[in-house]
């Protein structure tokens, strides 16, 4: 079983920056794509940006050339740094890992983090 822990999440000011990390723990896994989501209030939860096997990224629309997506794959953990924030960023930003374990019987995972809040207000 893997556990995702995210941290970095808080308040701040439109135009500000914000960084987040979601560290992946657990035995014999390996992961194959790392990202994030969030779910704003009333709404359902979306893709933010994603990370795969290779370095291939997507990005939502709304955050392409403000949030940027990496990964270090030694220490399984992902980030995503965000600049130029919005009000309408303000969500719950969730964690998502995708891979396999390495023992028998390998078994696939798709594992959540707990969620960190972001506000943008003035």
């Known amino acids: 079983q893997v556990q995702l822990v995210e941290s970095g999440g808080g308040l701040v000011q439109p135009g500000g920056s914000l960084r987040l990390s979601c560290a992946a723990s657990?035995?014999?896994?390996?992961?194959?794509?790392m990202g994030w989501y969030r779910q704003a209030p009333g709404k359902e939860r979306a893709l933010v940006a994603f990370?795969?096997?290779?370095?291939?990224?997507n990005y939502a629309d709304s955050v392409k050339g403000r949030f940027t997506i990496s990964r270090d794959n030694a220490k399984n953990t992902v980030y995503l740094q965000m600049d130029s924030l919005k009000p309408e960023d303000t969500a719950v930003y969730y964690c998502?890992?995708?891979?396999?374990?390495?023992?028998?019987?390998?078994?696939?995972?798709?594992?959540w983090g707990q969620g960190t809040q972001v506000t943008v207000s003035s």
């Open positions: 998502n890992a995708l891979g396999v374990g390495t023992t028998f019987p390998l078994l696939p995972f798709n594992s």
């Open positions: 657990g035995s014999s896994f390996r992961i194959s794509g």
């Open positions: 990370t795969g096997s290779g370095s291939n990224t």
